[in-house]
């Protein structure tokens, strides 16, 4: 069965510090992958999606970058955070119809 | 206008009772509508999704959709504290890489 990992779970950085969460999937091959941010109150917002290796499409223009260094590892990043990066940030994965969320980081900038 | 509405609630109700989740949208193209459930700092988890109009029962879950409307509904027959969640409505026109998802709607079953 497929599984989604991410990481940290949690995550306080200053403002202006740089940020690097991972999310790896296991248990599928060439999967489309997704970043979204979850703010209080507020739907999901879709960040970045990619559908191979190296192939990154951006919704937002933000400080934020993203990576697919891997068939399964998808990294979010940015250089310096600024605190309106707060959230709750979630991979995701989907094959077809059904698009499939990872546990989730929650970051605090402070 | 947004694209997809959904009353974020806090919807309280008391244990078996029978729940009504419902989401409206203002794009006629959607085809694919998708609940979530989410449990408290957990990743959304994917309930039921249809295609196009009509209703698809999953044991105590029923979604139905009213394209006519642009009105879509989960609901929950006998409701237990473990559905205690957030529940978020999505849809998508195609299989692309476009959902749309509700705000969420806060759910606490009372034992």
């Known amino acids: 069965s497929q599984t989604i990992h991410q990481w940290p779970a949690t995550l306080v950085q200053p403002v202006g510090s740089p940020l690097s969460l991972e999310c790896t999937v296991e248990g599928t091959s060439n999967p489309n992958l997704y970043w979204y941010r979850q703010a209080a109150g507020r739907g999901l917002q879709l960040l970045f999606y990619?559908?191979?290796?190296?192939?990154i499409s951006s919704e937002v223009p933000q400080n934020l970058s993203a990576s697919r260094p891997q068939d399964r590892q998808f990294i979010l990043s940015s250089k310096k955070l600024l605190l309106s990066d707060s959230g709750f940030y979630l991979c995701?994965?989907?094959?077809?119809?059904?698009?499939?969320f990872g546990p989730g980081t929650r970051l605090t900038v402070t | 206008q947004k694209e997809v509405e959904q009353d974020p609630g806090p919807l309280s109700v008391p244990e078996g009772a029978i729940v009504s989740l419902n989401c409206t949208y203002s794009?006629?193209?959607?085809?694919?509508f998708m609940w979530y459930r989410q449990y408290s700092r957990k990743g959304p988890e994917l309930l039921m999704y249809t295609y196009s109009s009509g209703n698809k029962e999953d044991g105590r879950f029923t979604a139905q959709v009213d394209k006519s409307s642009k009105y879509i509904s989960l609901f929950i027959r006998d409701s237990q504290p473990s559905d205690s969640a957030t529940y978020l409505c999505a849809m998508s026109a195609n299989t692309g890489n476009q959902f749309y998802f509700g705000t969420g709607t806060s759910l606490t079953v009372i034992p």
């Open positions: 995701a994965w989907s094959v077809g119809l059904a698009r499939y």
């Open positions: 990619s559908v191979g290796i190296g192939q």
């Open positions: 794009n006629s193209a959607f085809q694919y």
